[in-house]
């Protein structure tokens, strides 16, 4: 059974840093390009990160540019997200989910049918 599992969420004052990872387990991911993605009570699901299946390419939503830096490490089967710098408006629960074999284009990156495995999301919250 294909799965991706989020964790490392959690509680963190502003201007503090959370890594989160997902793993994925039943297939193996370094055939997958990566997305991260968020949603906030009463908002839509947004695009925040997204990775190619070899690591080469990377992109970001404008909101964490500077601030959160995706990665992985494919001999873990694992993708991470570190995310720096947070502020409240970051809080939102956060989705990792696998699509093709694509470069990290963010035009691609955005949109969510392209992605075929969704994890059940890990939540953030920035707060003091």
């Known amino acids: 059974q294909l799965q991706l599992v989020e964790s490392g969420g959690g509680l963190v004052q502003p201007g503090g840093s959370l890594r989160l990872s997902c793993a994925a387990s039943?297939?193996?991911?370094?055939?997958?390009?990566i997305g991260w993605f968020r949603q906030a009570p009463g908002k839509e699901r947004e695009a925040v990160s997204c990775i190619s299946s070899s690591g080469g390419s990377t992109n970001y939503a404008d909101s964490v540019k500077g601030r959160f830096t995706i990665s992985r490490d494919n001999a873990k089967n694992t993708v991470y997200l570190q995310m720096n710098s947070l502020e409240p408006e970051d809080t939102a629960v956060y989705y990792c989910?696998?699509?093709?074999?694509?470069?990290?284009?963010?035009?691609?990156?955005?949109?969510?049918?392209?992605?075929?495995?969704w994890g059940q999301g890990t939540q953030v919250t920035v707060s003091s």
């Open positions: 039943g297939f193996a991911l370094d055939s997958y390009s």
């Open positions: 989910a696998a699509a093709g074999p694509y470069s990290a284009y963010w035009g691609r990156c955005v949109m969510t049918d392209n992605y075929h495995n």
